[in-house]
């Protein structure tokens, strides 16, 4: 069992910024692929960025040259640092996890994820 927990989420006006994190237990990394997703009110999951375990970042369209992702292996954290933040990137934030030999293309559709935290809202104004 992966446990994972996220904190960060909040209330900010358009334009505004919002660092997410997400604490997994020590040693998951170098077997597991962890991403953030999000969902929005009546829509579907979708991924926002993964971190491969070579160090290489994967990014939605919609996200990219905004959101960052980031690890700190000493803390056990997945981070994502989200400016220039949207209406539109309103919605319940979660990390997420899977087993895999070799964790690379981690960002993948939502099927193949079986661990998930509990979720982060974020809410952005107009």
């Known amino acids: 069992q992966v446990q994972l927990v996220e904190s960060g989420g909040g209330s900010v006006q358009s334009g505004g910024s919002l660092t997410l994190s997400c604490a997994f237990p020590?040693?998951?990394?170098?077997?597991?692929?962890i991403s953030w997703f999000r969902q929005a009110p009546g829509k579907e999951r979708e991924g926002v960025a993964a971190?491969?375990?070579?160090?290489?970042?994967t990014y939605a369209d919609s996200v990219k040259g905004r959101f960052t992702i980031s690890q700190d292996n000493a803390k056990n954290t997945l981070y994502l640092q989200m400016n220039s933040l949207k209406p539109e990137d309103t919605g319940m934030y979660y990390c997420?996890?899977?087993?895999?030999?070799?964790?690379?293309?981690?960002?993948?559709?939502?099927?193949?994820?079986?661990?998930w935290g509990q979720g982060t809202q974020v809410t952005v104004s107009s």
């Open positions: 971190r491969d375990y070579d160090g290489r970042t």
């Open positions: 020590p040693d998951t990394t170098s077997s597991y692929c």
């Open positions: 997420a996890a899977f087993r895999t030999l070799l964790p690379l293309g981690c960002l993948r559709p939502s099927r193949y994820y079986n661990y």
